[in-house]
C-alpha cells in the first residue's frame, strides 16, 4: 500500500484526540474521515484537527473510497460490530484495546479479518514503550538468567478524571469491564511479550472496593483486580490493576531471574535497574517518548502486508486471560486459558457474506 495511508476515525472521545496527535507524527498517515453518532460532534472535531470529511454512519464511512483503514475509539461494546462491519467492506482496522467484551466477538473479529484479508491490530501499546523494547533485549541477551517470577502493576485514580466523557467506563452496558480491561490488559499483554510466555492459567479476584458514580453508588464494573499467572514456558507472577490509586500513578514491573532482577519504571532515576548477583546494578536512560508506537506499527504491517506485532489473533491470548480471570473470580477457582482458536466461525462468516 504505497504513499499516505489514509485513515477513517470512529470515536470523537480523548482517546482518539491523544492518538492523533501521535500519529501525525508518521508522515504516512492520513486522517481524510472522522464518523460520530451526531453530525455536530462530527463537524466540531474535524475542525479541531482539519479532517475533510464528516460522516454519521459508520456503513457509509466504510464503504467510501476515500478511506484506506479505520481506527475504531469508542466504548468497549462497539468494539467488534463496528470492526467486523469494516473489514467487510474491505477496510484494515485498527481498534482499541480491550479487544471486545466477549470471547466470541473477539474470535468473530479475527474469523472476519482472515476471511476477509485485512489486517486488526489492537491498541496494546505498552509493549511499543522503547523502555520495554529495550527491556525485552537484555532479557533475551540473559542478563537476569531465565525469569522464574514477576510482579507487575498499573494503578491510576480512574478514567473519570481523563475528559467529561470518561464515566462512560463505568456504565456496565458500554464498559462491561473496569479497571481489569482498561489497564490490567496493558500488563497483561506487556508480560507476554516481555517473557515470550502465554498465560496457561490465572487465579484472581476481581473487586469493586471504592469507586462511585455520580449518583455516590458502587460503580457497576470492577475497580481493582488481583490475579496470579502462570505462563507455558514455567514463569508465574502477580498482574494488580487499580482504579483508586488517589496519588502518584503506579506503574511498575519487576522480573526475577536465575542470574538477577530488572526492575522496569520503579526508579525515579532510571527506567530500567538491572541488579545481578554480585549486587551489581546496571541503570538505563532513556529519552522521553511521544509517540505510543502503535500507528506506526500498523501503517509499517500495512505498508508491507504483513500482520501487525498485535495482530487480532495475538491479542485473543491476552482475551483469553481477561475472560479466564473474571471466571476465576466469579467461581473462586483456578482457570485454564489459550485453549485452540475457534475456527468454525469462518465458515459462518462465509454463508452469510
Not at 233 to 262: I, K, P
Request: glycine fraction near 8%.
Amino acid at each position: 500500500m504505497p504513499g499516505k495511508i489514509r485513515f477513517g476515525m470512529v470515536g470523537t472521545g480523548f482517546i482518539a484526540d491523544w492518538v492523533l496527535a501521535g500519529a501525525r507524527q508518521d508522515a504516512r498517515f492520513e486522517a481524510v474521515a472522522i464518523c460520530s453518532r451526531t453530525q455536530e460532534r462530527a463537524d466540531a472535531f474535524a475542525a479541531k484537527h482539519g479532517i475533510p470529511h464528516t460522516f454519521t454512519s459508520l456503513g457509509q464511512m466504510a464503504a467510501s473510497p476515500l478511506v484506506d483503514a479505520v481506527y475504531i475509539a469508542t466504548p468497549n461494546f462497539l468494539h467488534a460490530s463496528q470492526s467486523i462491519l469494516c473489514m467487510r467492506h474491505g477496510k484494515h482496522v485498527l481498534c482499541e484495546k480491550p479487544m471486545a467484551v466477549t470471547l466470541a466477538e473477539c474470535e468473530s473479529m479475527v474469523a472476519a479479518a482472515e476471511f476477509n484479508n485485512r489486517h486488526l491490530m489492537i491498541g496494546h501499546n505498552m509493549r511499543f514503550d522503547p523502555v520495554h523494547r529495550r527491556a525485552k533485549e537484555l532479557l533475551e541477551q540473559g542478563v537476569i538468567g531465565d525469569v522464574i517470577t514477576f510482579r507487575t502493576g498499573l494503578g491510576t485514580s480512574g478514567p473519570e478524571g481523563w475528559s467529561m466523557e470518561g464515566n462512560w467506563f463505568f456504565d456496565k452496558k458500554k464498559a462491561v469491564m473496569g479497571a481489569l480491561s482498561d489497564l490490567g490488559i496493558h500488563k497483561i499483554d506487556l508480560m507476554q511479550y516481555l517473557t515470550g510466555q502465554t498465560v496457561i492459567e490465572t487465579t484472581a479476584k476481581i473487586l469493586t472496593l471504592n469507586k462511585h458514580d455520580r449518583e455516590d453508588h458502587l460503580i457497576g464494573v470492577d475497580d481493582n483486580a488481583l490475579c496470579i499467572l502462570r505462563m507455558n514456558g514455567g514463569s508465574a507472577g502477580t498482574m494488580a490493576a487499580s482504579w483508586t490509586v488517589y496519588g502518584q500513578e503506579s506503574n511498575s514491573t519487576c522480573l526475577f531471574g536465575t542470574r538477577g532482577v530488572m526492575r522496569i519504571y520503579n526508579s525515579l532515576t532510571a527506567p530500567i535497574e538491572v541488579r545481578d548477583l554480585n549486587n551489581t546494578i546496571t541503570a538505563y536512560q532513556f529519552e522521553h517518548q511521544t509517540r505510543s508506537g502503535v500507528i506506526d506499527e500498523f501503517i509499517d504491517a500495512l505498508e508491507h502486508d504483513r500482520e501487525p506485532e498485535v495482530s487480532g489473533r495475538e491479542a485473543l491470548t491476552t482475551m483469553r486471560t481477561i475472560f479466564g480471570c473474571i471466571k476465576s473470580s466469579e467461581t473462586g477457582r483456578t482457570v485454564s486459558v489459550n485453549s485452540s482458536f475457534v475456527t468454525h466461525l469462518q465458515d459462518g462468516y462465509r454463508r452469510n457474506k
